[in-house]
């Protein structure tokens, strides 16, 4: 699978905002749903925000209002716009898509450093 390429984490204080961005590296077969995880050393691995091929989205509860996915079709292109930024926010954010008909995220990005200093 073509890996995707995030970017836009940093270190930024409470209350600040940050922009992901996530992209495949190469031609990649028809992406549906594109979504962003994240992890810390002390839980696992958790989804944030993922939208649908028509837009749909769901959103972890403790980020609903603070942030927003949002996806460019013609760039397969997700983006994660993040305000509000809390300290329990910190973690390694990863871009994630399912491509084709697969039902699974089968594409990973590497992941980007976000945190967030109180």
């Known amino acids: 699978q073509v890996p995707l390429v995030e970017s836009g984490g940093g270190l930024v204080q409470a209350g600040g905002s940050l922009r992901l961005s996530c992209a495949p590296s190469?031609?990649?077969?028809?992406?549906?749903?594109m979504g962003w995880y994240r992890q810390t050393p002390e839980k696992q691995r958790e989804l944030v925000a993922a939208?649908?091929?028509?837009?749909?989205?769901v959103y972890l509860d403790s980020v609903k209002g603070r942030f927003t996915i949002s996806r460019d079709n013609a760039k397969n292109t997700v983006y994660l716009q993040m305000n509000s930024l809390k300290p329990e926010d910190t973690a390694v954010y990863f871009c994630?898509?399912?491509?084709?008909?697969?039902?699974?995220?089968?594409?990973w990005g590497q992941g980007t450093q976000v945190t967030v200093s109180s």
């Open positions: 939208i649908g091929c028509s837009d749909d989205t």
């Open positions: 190469g031609s990649i077969f028809s992406i549906n749903a």
């Open positions: 994630a898509a399912k491509t084709g008909a697969a039902i699974t995220w089968n594409a």
